[in-house]
């Protein structure tokens, strides 16, 4: 057997002695470009266990290529990715572990979080393609991935101390970690996608698409106390015009009955025709019955061959002491190649789909495995899960036999046993445990990242929506979906997709048995009043219900959840200035803005568990409470400017308690102001700090401007009086608001009390 050491100055190897040439790469899974990465950790607790946020911070500020890869390590998770840099990247998160009395790993202790970027000062060969992250047999990460030449690089920490290192570096500067170009020992060019990995003692199998979509798999071997392997015998190139191994099918026997032959001799008819006797006393009458000619056309069918079988898909290595690995074919079959022992290794193919019926499937493939099953899931062309699996050490061939009881594969479709699942696109995430399978993706017709869960041994699986249930602002994820198991929490990442909220006019103020309605008839901005002023502290409170899972606002969101749409959610709330027994001054209405503020904050902060995720873009101060003149804020008719003025800082110090008061209770969410023109204009409500939502009005001529009431924190406008029909009307007052002189971003149309119209 041919062993070879990979050398280090391998680097400095021109791409001119690699034999092939690079031709078209196979595209790398990926999402949009610079995205912020998201974790969404299941918590195991109350009505939404799922918990999200952003990673940006922890980041570096740094913003994601491509997709993230993620692996357990010895007490948290290692995610490795490419960042805006194009430069190398992970981050980890770590925590103490103990063992309770089941066996059972749990997180303990505080967690503690680090980033790495491995670029700077090592000589590292940009990336094209994602990192992939394992660890070796010593326990050291490393990273495999496909640089921009199309170069399969193996990025592995230094040791200055060690032989190998020394010999290979004569005398060169030392650094801390070192990329070994894979390609220069393989002479095989990748394609830009990812490489697989399985680690089996001291060896380790891996797996890449080369550029002519071949599969190149080569195994590499680390001496103990050696961090850079070397690699150990000749590379296999696999070619998809290798010909199924699949078990013959079960024998037929077919009984043929006796044959019955009936001859029949030909039968002779003569028949004669007596001519008419015509006489100059007899008429005759002739019948000519017509002739009917049938041509018949030829017809001409046309075979299209099958295109020829090339895989369609990266390789997955499967875990095992033999070297296994899966893809996908262009027909979209699933197929397992198998390194079969014997004094002349040879591959065998084994056809899953053929040998399971299973649908074909597209895509990639993703991988997880328990101690005793390998699980592997791809989706069809309509989103459909489909999932693999068979037991670890099972027949390479995959038949069942009284000496093999455990070699067969299953076919399994995940999306028909998980009541409520959607179809799934781009790269879907494995994860599987003595006690649970799960698998992750991004729903493929709005985004949200979800989870279908089932525990072993049973027949059913349930769908969650992670992105609804995870209180995230980025509640879409992009097209890659990877995570990690660490004891018993499942911990996801994915490219949080920014969701800001939809622009336009939608509707305020609709019957609630329409709010549903409205937003699949595609009304992008919906909007409420959650609550009305009241005469004693908090200043704001619900008249209709006392319960939280009753109230207008609360029900508004759970319309949105179940609508399982992206729209605008205004929320108002009618606050009460100061009563008659207090003193009028800045204070009392600060105090008046806080408490209403804090208040609102603490109902909204319970929709989560009662089982709504989500939160209102805006939560809106509506000054219509007690007393009059708008919650005492608008000054006296023919008031002089210093009255104007003074009335000008009970605005402002009602808004600046009101945003205080809601961030006191929950910083995420965002306070804002309802107001007319002449407010805005009079109050200086131009310099206010929080976004306004101006009242307008049709009919009469209007909306009419108000000279002086126009600024740059106007979002929106609030219109009474809109029409529905006929439909040009309606569509005239969209138009309206969208356009000069009003313009605004988020406005809404109210209707005449229990009136209701979808989009003209």
């Not at 495999?144 to 170069?151: F, M």
């Amino acid at each position: 057997m041919n062993v070879r050491r990979i050398a280090l100055i391998a680097m400095t190897v021109l791409a001119s002695t690699v034999v092939g040439e690079p031709g078209t790469h196979g595209a790398t899974a990926t999402t949009p470009n610079g995205l912020p990465l998201y974790q969404f950790i299941d918590s195991g607790a109350g009505p939404l266990p799922w918990n999200a946020h952003s990673l940006e911070s922890s980041l570096q500020g740094t913003t994601m290529l491509g997709a993230p890869h993620a692996i357990s390590g010895p007490n948290g998770a290692v995610i490795a990715y490419r960042t805006n840099h194009d430069h190398l990247a992970t981050f980890s998160e770590s925590g103490s572990t103990s063992t309770n009395s089941t066996g059972t790993t749990v997180a303990t202790g505080q967690t503690t979080t680090s980033w790495t970027d491995y670029t700077p000062n090592n000589d590292v060969p940009t990336p094209a393609g994602d990192p992939i992250p394992f660890y070796d047999p010593s326990g050291n990460l490393d990273l495999l991935y496909v640089d921009a030449s199309g170069h399969l690089i193996l990025f592995t920490p230094n040791d200055p101390i060690t032989p190998l290192w020394s010999h290979l570096h004569r005398g060169g500067a030392w650094r801390p970690f070192v990329p070994t170009d894979l390609s220069a020992l393989t002479h095989t060019i990748a394609a830009n996608g990812l490489a697989s990995v399985q680690l089996n003692g001291p060896n380790a199998t891996v797996a890449f698409r080369t550029a002519q979509n071949n599969i190149e798999v080569l195994t590499l071997t680390w001496e103990p106390g050696e961090p850079i392997p070397f690699l150990n015998g000749t590379p296999a190139t696999l070619r998809s015009n290798l010909k199924a191994t699949n078990p013959t099918p079960p024998t037929t026997t077919t009984t043929v009955h006796p044959t019955t032959t009936t001859t029949v001799h030909p039968t002779t008819t003569t028949t004669t025709t007596t001519r008419p006797v015509t006489s100059s006393s007899t008429s005759t009458t002739t019948t000519l019955h017509p002739t009917t000619t049938t041509t018949v056309h030829p017809t001409t069918t046309t075979t299209i061959a099958p295109a020829p079988l090339a895989f369609a898909s990266d390789p997955i290595v499967l875990p095992g002491s033999t070297p296994q690995l899966a893809v996908i074919t262009n027909h979209g079959d699933l197929q397992v190649f198998t390194n079969s022992p014997g004094a002349t290794p040879a591959w065998s193919l084994l056809d899953v789909t053929t040998l399971t019926g299973a649908p074909q499937v597209t895509g990639t493939l993703a991988l997880g495995a328990n101690p005793t099953t390998i699980y592997l899931a791809a989706r069809t062309s309509l989103g459909s899960v489909e999932l693999f699996s068979t037991p670890i050490g099972g027949s390479p061939l995959g038949v069942t036999s009284p000496s093999n009881p455990f070699g067969a594969w299953t076919i399994l479709n995940v999306t028909g046993a998980a009541s409520g699942a959607p179809p799934l696109g781009g790269t879907l995430f494995v994860d599987a445990t003595t006690t649970q399978v799960s698998i992750a993706g991004q729903a493929s017709n709005w985004g949200d990242l979800f989870v279908l869960t089932t525990s072993i041994g049973s027949s059913t699986w349930s769908a969650t929506d992670v992105s609804v249930t995870a209180g995230s602002a980025a509640r879409t994820v992009g097209a890659a979906v990877t995570g990690t198991q660490v004891g018993t929490t499942l911990t996801l990442f994915a490219a949080g997709v920014n969701s800001p909220p939809p622009q336009g006019v939608g509707v305020y103020a609709i019957p609630s048995n329409k709010w549903g309605k409205a937003i699949t008839d595609g009304w992008p901005i919906v909007s409420e009043t959650g609550g009305l002023g009241t005469q004693s502290a908090p200043w704001v409170g619900f008249t209709s219900t006392s319960n939280v899972a009753n109230s207008p606002d609360f029900l508004m969101g759970q319309s949105i959840y179940n609508s399982h749409k992206r729209v605008t959610w205004l929320s108002f709330w009618t606050v009460s200035g100061p009563m008659r027994s207090e003193p009028r001054n800045a204070t009392t209405y600060y105090n008046h803005g806080f408490a209403a503020g804090a208040w609102v904050a603490s109902q909204i902060d319970q929709y989560r568990s009662l089982g709504v995720g989500l939160k209102p873009d805006w939560v809106i101060l509506d000054p219509e409470g007690y007393p009059d003149n708008h919650s005492g804020l608008d000054a006296p008719g023919g008031s002089s400017n210093a009255v104007i003025a003074q009335y000008a800082t009970y605005w402002s110090q009602m808004l600046s308690g009101w945003s205080a008061g809601i961030a006191s209770v929950d910083p995420s969410l965002n306070a804002g102001v309802y107001a007319s023109q002449s407010e805005y204009r009079n109050y200086g409500l131009v310099t206010s700090s929080l976004p306004v939502f101006v009242a307008l009005a049709f009919g009469g001529g209007g909306p009419i401007p108000v000279p002086g009431a126009s600024g740059s924190n106007i979002r929106g406008f609030i219109t009474f009086n809109a029409t529905c029909t006929p439909p040009s009307a309606l569509k005239s007052q969209e138009n309206t608001l969208l356009n000069p002189p009003w313009g605004g971003q988020f406005n809404t149309l109210q209707f005449i009390s229990g009136v209701y119209c979808p989009p003209a």
